[in-house]
C-alpha cells in the first residue's frame, strides 16, 4: 500500500449507464450510477438516446461522486476512464469530459479497458472481499460479451476462448424477447426461473471446437420451440412460464459451466472469477458454489454492484495503472472494439 494518498477519479460511460467513483488507494469513497429509463419503450438500448443522456448527466454525476467521496477535484491524483468498447458516441462523451477534467486540472489520464475492469473489480479493498491470486481463470459474461480469459498479472491477459456470434446477455435477452417478456429480460428470466423446473423442457447445447461459445442456434431453437408450442396451445407460454425460463436458464448455464471445466481441465488453473452483467445471475452464482463443492474449484462471485457497468471497476484498474505510471496521451481517442 503506497505512503501518500492516491485518490482516482473514474468515469465509466461505455452504454447505458452513466456512472462516476473516487478510490483511495484503491478503496471506494463513493460509486454513483445514473440508469437510462428511456430505453425501456424501446426494447433495447438505442445508441443515440445514450448519447445524449449521457452528455445530460455527466456533470452532475461526476459532482455527486467527489461530493459523496468528501474530496475537492483538486485532491484528484488522475483521472481514469472507459475507452472502449462500447457505444462509441457514448464512449465519446466519456471520453472528451475525462481529457478536457484531466487536462484543466493538470493530473495524469487514465485510459481503461472495460472487459478488463470487469476482472479486475475483484482487486477492490473490501473487508472480507476475498481476492483471487495470479494465475486464474475469469469468465467475462454480459451483453455483449463472453470470454473466457487467463490472467496472468493485473493486465497481462489472454483470451483463450469467446463466443463466435451472439452473447450469453443476448441469448438471456432474446429468449425474453420471445416470451414477451420486457426489457431488460435476463434478470426477468432469472426471477422466474428460481420458481420453475429447470428440467421441464430440453433445450440443445451448441457443440462449438475448443473453449468458444455460441449463442445464436440455442436463441433459435428457443423460437421454434415457442412457436410449435404455441400454434397447438395459444396459452402455452402464460402456463409453462416458470418452467420454460427455469429451462432455458439451466440449458445456457450447463453450457457455461462446461466450457469452464474444460478451461479448468486444459489450463489446470482451478480458480475461476467472473465478471460482467450475466454474472449477478442466481443460477450461475449457484453453479458456481456447487462447482466448488464437486471439483475443489476456488470461486470468486462479484458483488452484485460491481457486476454491471460501474466506475468503481474503472477506478480500480485504474489505480493499479496508476502505480504502474502507464498514463495516457491526451491524443487518446474513444474505440467502440476494445480487445484485451
Not at 199 to 222: E, Q, R
Not at 234 to 262: R, V
Not at 314 to 330: N, Q, V, W
Request: proline content about 4%; overall charge neutral.
Amino acid at each position: 500500500m503506497p505512503d501518500q494518498k492516491i485518490n482516482i477519479l473514474a468515469i465509466e460511460s461505455s452504454c447505458d449507464d452513466t456512472a462516476a467513483a473516487v478510490l483511495c488507494n484503491g478503496k471506494i469513497l463513493s460509486n454513483i450510477v445514473a440508469t437510462q429509463e428511456v430505453h425501456q419503450q424501446y426494447g433495447g438500448v438505442v445508441p443515440e438516446l445514450a448519447s445524449r443522456a449521457h452528455q445530460q448527466n455527466i456533470v452532475p454525476v461526476i459532482h455527486q461522486a467527489l461530493v459523496k467521496a468528501n474530496i475537492d477535484k483538486k485532491d484528484v491524483s488522475a483521472i481514469a476512464f472507459t475507452r472502449g468498447p462500447g457505444l462509441m458516441g457514448s464512449l465519446l462523451v466519456g471520453t472528451s469530459f475525462a481529457k478536457s477534467l484531466a487536462m484543466g486540472l493538470k493530473i495524469p489520464l487514465i485510459e481503461v479497458n472495460h472487459m478488463q475492469a470487469h476482472i479486475l473489480a475483484h482487486f477492490i479493498e473490501e473487508p472480507d472481499f476475498q481476492k483471487p491470486e495470479f494465475p486464474f481463470l475469469a469468465m467475462t459474461i454480459s451483453g455483449g460479451h463472453t470470454q473466457i480469459v487467463k490472467v496472468s498479472d493485473y493486465f497481462k491477459m489472454e483470451v483463450i476462448g469467446e463466443t463466435i456470434d451472439d452473447a450469453v446477455g443476448e441469448a438471456f435477452d432474446k429468449s425474453a424477447k420471445i416470451l414477451g417478456i420486457s426489457y431488460p429480460g435476463g434478470p426477468l428470466i432469472d426471477k422466474y426461473a428460481q420458481e420453475g423446473d429447470p428440467k421441464a423442457f430440453k433445450f440443445p447445447k451448441p457443440k462449438v471446437d475448443g473453449l468458444n461459445f455460441s449463442f445464436s442456434g440455442f436463441k433459435t431453437a428457443v423460437l421454434y420451440f415457442v412457436q410449435k408450442e404455441t400454434k397447438n396451445d395459444p396459452e402455452f407460454i402464460d402456463k409453462n412460464l416458470k418452467d420454460i425460463c427455469a429451462s432455458i436458464q439451466y440449458t445456457i448455464i450447463g453450457i457455461l459451466i462446461d466450457k469452464l471445466k474444460k478451461a479448468v481441465k486444459e489450463t489446470g488453473i482451478n480458480q475461476v472469477a467472473i465478471g460482467g452483467g450475466v454474472s449477478a445471475n442466481s443460477g450461475i452464482r449457484q453453479a458456481l458454489r456447487d462447482a466448488e463443492k464437486k471439483w475443489g474449484w476456488k470461486c470468486y462471485i462479484p458483488k452484485f454492484e460491481y457486476t454491471t457497468d460501474n466506475a468503481a471497476m474503472i477506478g480500480i484498474a485504474g489505480y493499479h495503472k496508476y502505480l504502474k505510471k502507464d498514463f495516457s496521451d491526451f491524443s487518446i481517442t474513444a474505440q467502440s472494439r476494445y480487445k484485451i
